[in-house]
């Protein structure tokens, strides 16, 4: 059982930044590959970015490409998601979710409750 508990959304200016942790509990941590997912308002939750338990593999959204890093310190039982030059297609709210298995866009078997961001133009 892993539990997630994200921080560092807020509002931000258009071209600006954020980064965003994701607070995990249990001693598996460093077992589990992460992801991080967003949900705007009325639309599906998308897929963002996601990296391996070791942190060696990473992939992201096309939309993200370029723009924000995921990277991991398993000592600290964190992921993070650092976002830059931000856009108002960023705003949603940001989901951490954890997962057996290789790092990826599916099958995440925990998830956090999200953390808003919001750009503004």
């Known amino acids: 059982q892993v539990q997630l508990v994200e921080s560092g959304g807020g509002l931000v200016q258009a071209g600006g930044s954020l980064r965003l942790s994701c607070a995990a509990s249990?001693?598996?941590?460093?077992?589990?590959?992460m992801g991080w997912f967003r949900q705007a308002p009325g639309k599906e939750r998308d897929f963002v970015a996601t990296?391996?338990?070791?942190?060696?593999?990473?992939y992201y959204a096309d939309s993200v490409k370029g723009r924000f890093t995921i990277s991991r310190d398993n000592a600290k039982n964190t992921v993070y998601l650092q976002m830059n030059s931000l856009k108002p297609e960023d705003t949603a709210v940001y989901y951490c979710?954890?997962?057996?298995?290789?790092?990826?866009?599916?099958?995440?078997?925990?998830w956090g409750q999200g953390t808003q961001v919001t750009v503004s133009s």
């Open positions: 979710a954890a997962k057996v298995g290789s790092a990826g866009p599916y099958e995440y078997n925990y």
């Open positions: 249990g001693r598996t941590f460093s077992s589990y590959s």
């Open positions: 990296i391996s338990w070791r942190g060696g593999t990473t």
